[in-house]
T-cell receptor, first 116, second 111 residues
Framework: EAGVTQFPSHSVIEKGQTVTLRCDPI?????LYWYRRVMGKEIKFLLH????????ESGMPNNRFLAERTGGTYSTLKVQPAELEDSGVYFC??????????????FGNGTRLTVT | RKEVEQDPGPFNVPEGATVAFNCTYS??????FFWYRQDCRKEPKLLMS???SGNEDGRFTAQLNRASQYISLLIRDSKLSDSATYLC????????????FGQGTRLTINP
C-alpha cells in the first residue's frame, strides 16, 4: 500500500509569490490533515478534512492560506502571497474514517518550503 | 506556556547508555499520547503509543502519569541508530487526530 505522498519535496519561492502544495492521501482515507513546522518551532496542526469538508481549520495561520480537497481525494494547500515566515516544512497525514482517537498518524515525507 | 513541554537537549550519550526523556502536557483533557522520532530532514514517525499502565517495546519503555500530566521515554542499551529527535505528542481532540507536538529532544549516540 502506497503511503501518503506529497509534492513537491522542496520549493523555493520569492516573497509575494504563490505556491501550491499537494498531498495525496492513502487511497480510501477520508481523514486528511495538514501540519507544518516553521524554523525553531514545534510541529503544529493546520487543518483537518473529512472527505471534501473542512472539519477543523483552527490552525490555519491567516487568510493567505487556502486548503482544498475537491472530490475528497487529494488536497492542495495554497499560500498566496507567501511571506518569509511561511518557510518551513509542511506535512500531510491521512487516516480512515472512524479511526480511534488513540491511533497515531502516519505522515508523508513533507514539502520543504523556503521563501526568500 | 507551551501545551507540550520537552527538554530540547541536545543529549549526547555513549553507545550502550540508558537515556531518559521527560515531557509534560498542560491540557488535562488530553486523550492519547505518543512518542515519535524524527530523523534529520525526514517526517516524524511513530515510535510508540503511551498507555497509563506503561508499555515496553524492546529497548524502549514509555510511561504516563495522568495525575502529574507527565510522560516519559526510556531507551536502554542505546544504539548509534537511535540518534534522532524524539517528539512527545498528545492528542487533545475527540473524534479527530489533532496532535499537539512538543518541540522535540535531540539525541546523539556517540560510538
Amino acid at each position: 500500500e502506497a503511503g501518503v505522498t506529497q509534492f513537491p519535496s522542496h520549493s523555493v519561492i520569492e516573497k509575494g509569490q504563490t505556491v501550491t502544495l499537494r498531498c495525496d492521501p492513502i487511497s480510501g482515507h477520508d481523514n486528511l490533515y495538514w501540519y507544518r513546522r516553521v524554523m525553531g518551532k514545534e510541529i503544529k496542526f493546520l487543518l483537518h478534512f473529512v472527505k471534501e469538508s473542512k472539519q477543523d481549520e483552527s490552525g490555519m495561520p491567516n487568510n493567505r492560506f487556502l486548503a482544498e480537497r475537491t472530490g475528497g481525494t487529494y488536497s492542495t494547500l495554497k499560500v498566496q502571497p507567501a511571506e518569509l515566515e511561511d518557510s518551513g516544512v509542511y506535512f500531510c497525514a491521512s487516516s480512515p474514517f472512524g479511526t480511534p482517537d488513540n491511533s497515531p498518524l502516519h505522515f508523508g515525507n513533507g514539502t520543504r518550503l523556503t521563501v526568500t | 506556556r507551551k501545551e507540550v513541554e520537552q527538554d530540547p537537549g541536545p543529549f549526547n550519550v555513549p553507545e550502550g547508555a540508558t537515556v531518559a526523556f521527560n515531557c509534560t502536557y498542560s491540557n488535562s483533557a488530553s486523550q492519547s499520547f505518543f512518542w515519535y522520532r524524527q530523523d534529520c530532514r525526514k517526517e516524524p514517525k511513530l515510535l510508540m503509543s503511551v498507555y497509563s499502565s506503561g508499555n515496553e517495546d524492546g529497548r524502549f519503555t514509555a510511561q504516563l502519569n495522568r495525575a502529574s500530566q507527565y510522560i516519559s521515554l526510556l531507551i536502554r542499551d542505546s544504539k548509534l541508530s537511535d540518534s534522532a529527535t524524539y517528539l512527545c505528542v498528545v492528542n487533545k481532540a475527540q473524534g479527530a487526530q489533532k496532535l499537539v507536538f512538543g518541540q522535540g529532544t535531540r539525541l546523539t549516540i556517540n560510538p
